[in-house]
């Protein structure tokens, strides 16, 4: 589909929307971003730059056709980003992780007011009266670390509503569920309604770190923080950050920055 058109044939360097007899990308939904990757076959290369749901449940396929003719009825390989795939699960995960930890540092009033995951961070929206002190936010990423560091299992499970209800699963205030949800469980630390991607254990988050904690609107804050590649991204970028300013202070030794700011 090209706009309102249904198109017979896409040539290289066409956008167009695709829609598939079945397929392995995940489209937006719940707070996750939809994939990226590729469809391939003997005559098309075509370029899967996102993945969303239509009102009817349909899943439609933004692409590009980067070399090549694809033409309505062809057979292709659908071919999801692994990596971003990857980084985007870990992230999600760690909403579930960083929900449990806030409802056991805050208290059970603690609940999602909404969500972003994507392959860079995921941002947390919860609702909440006040900012988090210092030390609240010291304990939350602590917990969610433990939580990582324990190689938690992960389980994913469709299963009756009320069964779920009896497990404790938490849901999505003002969310409608049908009679079948799917729960997402990390053993012994969170248990949630969830349609999304996740890792198969909490040890493959690598690590968990909290970049920012702000306020959105009345009773909501918002936490912003990574895990993976994007800890270790993080790590580099501070590291970078006070070699700079101890190479303009002209200090050989980074740790004596203090001192010399203080002095300053």
């Not at 002190?133 to 010291?138: A, D, H, K, S």
Request: a negative charge; glycine letters at 8%.
């Amino acid at each position: 589909i090209s706009g309102s058109e249904e198109l017979s044939e896409a040539s290289e360097g066409d956008e167009i929307t695709v829609m598939l007899g079945n397929t392995p990308f995940y489209a937006e939904s719940g707070g996750q971003v939809g994939d990226s990757g590729y469809l391939r076959n003997d005559l098309a290369l075509v370029k899967v730059k996102d993945c969303r749901k239509l009102p009817n449940g349909q899943i439609v396929h933004i692409c590009v056709v980067e070399r090549g003719y694809l033409a309505s009825g062809d057979n292709v390989t659908a071919q999801v980003d692994v990596q971003r795939r990857y980084a985007i699960m870990r992230n999600h995960t760690a909403a579930h992780l960083l929900q449990a930890a806030l409802r056991k540092v805050l208290g059970d009033h603690v609940h999602q007011a909404g969500q972003l995951v994507d392959e860079h961070r995921v941002r947390f929206d919860f609702s909440h009266f006040s900012a988090l002190t210092e030390e609240e936010l010291v304990k939350v990423e602590e917990m969610v670390n433990d939580a990582v560091l324990a190689d938690l299992l992960v389980s994913v499970k469709e299963m009756p509503i009320e069964e779920a209800k009896k497990l404790g699963a938490m849901a999505l205030f003002g969310e409608k569920y049908g009679d079948t949800v799917r729960v997402v469980n990390v053993r012994g630390f969170s248990i949630e309604f969830c349609g999304g991607t996740h890792v198969s254990n909490t040890g493959k988050l690598g690590l968990f770190h909290i970049l920012s904690e702000s306020s959105v609107a009345a009773g909501v804050r918002r936490i912003e923080a990574v895990t993976g590649t994007g800890v270790l991204n993080y790590m580099k970028e501070q590291q970078e950050m006070l070699l700079s300013a101890a190479s303009a202070l002209k200090l050989t030794n980074p740790s004596e920055l203090v001192s010399k700011t203080q002095a300053l």
